[in-house]
């Protein structure tokens, strides 16, 4: 009944604003009133939205209302630091080393410094001077025969595909102008990352995008084109991501066009499933012998293998396969589970693999347990931003970040979170030639490489701050982690850490990592 009165209510009003309004106006609101009725009684009869059918035409706007609702919070109502995934100050810090703007905050810091979770260092009254050949180390051990002098910052893997053709430009263009290496992702080399003529990682994941046959196999004639080129420099294969681990990747059938499906080797207009694995191998020790085909196929260039860490006994059986084959990666990039993508299932991104800092600690130990950690390179992936966060990083047990969503920042992105709908309005993670239209190349490659000239420099200052002479010499006893209101403690308190060689000779292993070691099988995952 109620909804009966407010229904003639407004009619009445609707009539009576007509009464008073000039003839030449009538036929349009007339228009209006009659569109107004029928949206109004297709709502009253209709059965697939409650509150239409409850409140027809008024309960529209609530559904306005619901639409505009992450605009509205982001802009009018979140503060600097309760955003997610990442807070309005990370984003303007980006934003303003990126454009080489002023760095600096006024009148304090508004970080809740004494919640459990907070993480600090402590400063030394003799501070040093980092140099800046501190800030590249060389990748390849003892197996590879072209080593390469890596940046402590790089891009992280991000598929043209995923990424629009001049985001993937502008970056490369960066990577050019900074001097740091850009990871293709498991979409494959394309003209758009060879482009600007920075240094490429190149990355294959399971689909072997680039690298394949029809069948979706490997394809070594495609693999020897493509990283003996002089612009590649490393290879990646990829086992699984932070954001969604053993799940595979997808790329909606609305971001493939003819020329991604060209590249890919894939069909246009069809949603792009990869497998969860990997067809060449199945064990630990077959990865190891793919690792050593493909150093070999690309002429001594460094090769690893990038992961989410899940059940640490399987890292273990990659360890104890590298003992028994004597062939070893020359990095490993450890992805954290707080990683980013276009598209994961919510279960899997909110749920599954280890997190990044818990993770590097646990790598790190592994192969100071096996003898290897002088030959092998540890990259870091997750979240890094800053200066900090990369200082926390190499303290932990890396030798080198990757950055995706910082470097994406730097290109313009605005965190709306489109990047799975083809809708991105920064026309970083969209297909759509009207929206990539806004995103100049020229001017966003001089922000990408002014974000990583601008956060090496923050962690050299952070470093020097801490009195090391050297970025190798962090360790765990350099980072503070709050654990109550009342105390901080290093990570060196939290963690044990593994004497060099200790699992080989299974003498003084932490009963925590003792069983893991002796579930680890490099016969099987």
Partial sequence: MKRLVIIIAAL???????????????AFVLAVVVLLIAI????????????????????????????????????????????????????????????????????????????PGFESIRHSLKPTIISETESRILIGGDQCRK???????????????????????????????????????????????????????????????????????????????KSNLDQVKMIEIK??????????????????????????GIEADKDCLSPATHSEFSTPIELCHFIQKLRQLSHGKPVGFKLCIGLRSEFLGICKAMLATKIHPDFITID????????????????????????????NNALVGIGLRDKIKIIASGKVTNGFQM???????ANICNSARGMMFALGCIQSLQCNAN????????????????????????????????????????????????????SLHHIYHRINHAESVTYADLSTSLKPNSLLTNTDIPEKFAKHWQAASAEHF
């Fill in 12 to 26: 009445i009003g609707l009539f009576v604003l007509i009464a008073f309004l000039e003839w030449r106006y009538l």
């Fill in 391 to 397: 200082l926390t990083k190499l303290a932990l047990g």
């Fill in 336 to 363: 954290g589970a707080e990683g980013g993508t276009g598209a994961a299932p919510v279960e899997f991104s909110n749920y599954v693999g280890e997190f990044i800092n818990d993770a590097l600690i646990f790598v």
């Fill in 239 to 264: 086992l699984s991501q932070g954001a969604k681990p053993s799940h595979g990747g997808l790329l909606p059938a609305a971001k493939i066009n003819a020329e991604i499906a060209h590249i890919r």
């Fill in 423 to 474: 809708t991105c309005p920064t026309g970083i993670t969209t297909q759509n030639t009207h929206l990539m239209r806004g995103l100049v190349v020229a001017d966003k490659c001089i922000r990408v490489a002014n974000f990583h000239h601008n956060t090496i420099k923050s962690l050299l200052e952070l470093a020097g701050a801490v009195g090391v002479e050297h970025l190798d010499d962090l």
């Fill in 147 to 225: 080593p390469y002098l890596a940046s402590r910052l790089n891009i992280s893997a991000m598929s043209y595909g995923a990424l629009s053709k001049v985001a993937i430009e502008a970056l490369n263009k960066g990577a050019k102008i900074g001097g740091f290496a850009h990871n293709t992702g498991e979409g494959g080399l394309t003209p758009y990352h060879l482009s600007g003529g920075g240094d490429i990682i190149l990355q294959l994941g399971t689909a072997y995008f680039g690298c394949r046959t029809k069948d979706g196999k490997f394809d070594e004639t495609q693999f020897i084109e």
């Fill in 40 to 115: 109004g009684i297709y709502d009253f009869f209709q059965t697939k939205h409650t509150i239409l059918r409850n409140f027809p035409l008024i309960g529209h706007f609530r559904y306005i209302l619901e639409f505009i609702r992450p605009e509205i919070h982001q802009y009018f109502i979140a503060d600097n630091l309760n955003e997610r995934p990442f807070n309005r100050a990370t984003r303007s810090l980006i934003y303003q080393r990126a454009k080489g703007m002023r760095d600096t905050i006024p009148f304090g810091t508004q970080d809740h410094v004494d919640e």
